[in-house]
């Protein structure tokens, strides 16, 4: 077995070693740069740590399914800031506002093409398992990002269309970079199947614990603006919660909230206090935990010995205690 | 063998029968709507005759290559709509007009992973080869349409710039269509490779006829309006050209049309006069027929009975022939 942080370094060389041609410049200039501007490199590492669970000696063996999945998330990433109109990523320009639409559409194909590249770099007899798990996914991506949009322009979403909608935007990533890491090591269709769930599950506490730091987080150390999302009318976890729950003594005031656009801080503070009253933190918190039961659950159930698994149970709890 | 009909309608049939789910609505509603708007399904005809050069008997076993370089068609020109702002695509709406860049870039991805879907499906043991092909026609496709756009801010592009750019751009999907069914009939490598040239040379003259078509084509059987080119500026193997070859008695005069907008129909015919004058349509016609004997003289080098050929060759002679 590997440790994480030698399998980390392992991907951020691998990334630096994908042939990447000076020319035609403003095709392969800003996925360098959207590459170089880095991120946490979590999905990669899922890939390896799943290989690695099964006893696979040789990293390089997942090492470009790895490179695949991260390509893949970056390619999602720069077609969806320019859908989302996001000026910012990681902190610094996004490709279409340093360049232009144009450039990060074929950018952003290019890349999806690129991480197709490096998965036909793995053992061709295990090509037509990794297709079709990373084709399941990667469509399912788009479906999710779709329902993201269409759920912008629709007076009401239910909670069971956000969870699909999370978990079809972003958990299915997170279940597939680590199945892919498990038909590699050679694990069987059932643990290669409880390392998806896994994943998958752990990909939906997150992201519920993203809602919910967006309001109650410590902005110092979780990096955003507080109250992004109520600013923005997002609908989250908690604010489809909210609107399922309140009675008549809350939802004119959550209503009135809704339709205007600021002050800025009195909103936010407003909404959070209407969220406190109607308790959506809680529930959001004990949906989150629900994920997290599901998850361990998943990885216990894996035919291997426990402490095989603590590289991934530990990364698990990085993910999911951010500032609590 | 099966006759060129057949494998055209089996082409219809298979298109019809790729899963496209009701649902998110505004992701398949777009692909469906551009798959059904038509086209002459050339490029997957293409895979199909290769397969059947080397005597595949089942043409199912190459049908969903030829679905992959179809979808990986509409992609392309689905997201370079986009780019190039075209109200239309085949006399109808472009996606992006009749939904919006959003829609189409997301459809459009999905798309590209609905081609690597089909890919999926052909025999394992030709998926390396067959993804490898794939991969490199895809990148050097997105290089093409890269290139185009940087010719359009470029002051001067040169004629070996310029047929850099549409053997990207257009010829080398030809080429891979026909190469990948090359593969999946068992050719050998050197066989593999002539079809390719074949390819990418028919490609090449047919871009070349394009140019010339657009100037002195018959609008009525061409279908585009006369002159679009000229009145666009656009840096045609014609236009190229004339500034290359244009002395000091010309490219004054040529210089001052370039900077002008219009009348169109005053524009177009000066243009034309200019071309005749400096003989840019004998070059071109030139050009297109040494990529035309290049084209034959990879076929013949085939080593199949020259009656096997005969689909192929009748397909080339009516690409290449359209109003001449």
Known sequence: MHNTAQLQQRIIEGLKEIDMPEFPQNLYEPIKYLLQIGGKRIRPLLTLLAADLFSVDDTDNALPAALAVELFHNFS????????????????????????????????????????????????????????????MATEVCEGQQLDMDFENMASVGIDDYLRMIRLKTSVLLGTALKMGAILGNADDNDAQHLYDFGVNVGL???????????????????????????????????????????TDIRPELDRWLATDGPAEAKVNAVTVLYDRLGVRQAAELAKQRYIEQAYAALDAIGVHTTRKTPLRTLAQTLLNRTS
Chains 1, 2 share one sequence.
């Open 77 to 136: 990433l720069m077609h969806d800031d320019i859908m989302d109109n996001a000026p910012l990523r990681r902190g610094q320009q996004t490709v279409h506002e340093k360049w232009n639409p144009n450039v990060a559409i074929l950018s952003g194909d290019n890349l999806l093409i690129m991480a197709y590249r490096q998965l036909a770099k793995c053992p061709p007899e295990k090509l037509p398992q990794l297709l079709e798990a990373f084709n399941t």
């Open 205 to 247: 506490a997150f992201q519920l614990q993203d809602d919910i730091l967006d309001v109650y987080g410590d902005p110092a150390q979780f990096g955003k603006q507080r109250g992004g999302d109520i600013l923005a009318n997002k609908k989250t976890y908690l604010l489809i919660k909210a609107l399922e729950t309140a009675g």
